[in-house]
């Protein structure tokens, strides 16, 4: 895991992770970076075909990430080769939590949908992302879940920090 302090800047502290194989890398405020778990992941817990992809989630407090009902902050990118990720990331619901909308989310390196949600039973907020390439390559697709409680949000700023290697 590398794991990288940022001060200063246009949003303050933030911290950069990377998969054990150095092949995803993105950016969370620094008081998410707490724990990293970045062993990778098997795509077929959204649905997708088998398989270990790169992969990892980082979060102020990794033994609280799997219950949606708890309070925690923190971000899950895996890489997909295989299946359509998009349709996978509309099928989405948050039982307890209310739906605020769909928006697509674009810039220089990525493009995707990015669904939201708020007034989860944990207080907080989730957003489910599906991004692909923006030089229009079909491959690798990312699959983003962005949890957080309170206010702020940083998605976007999270999204614009992913970085394939």
Known sequence: MTAVLHRGGTGGDVVRVADAQGRMSLEVPAGWGREVRDSGWDPHALGLATGHEPGL???????????????????FAGMSAHGDVTARVRGLAHSGCRYTGARTFTDADWHGLVRSWSGCPDGGSVTESALVPADGAAHPQVYVQIRRRGDGDAVDGVLRSLRMG
Do not use: E, R, Y
């Open 57 to 75: 989630v980082v979060a102020d407090d990794l033994s609280h990430w799997p219950d949606l009902k708890a309070a925690v902050n923190g971000v």
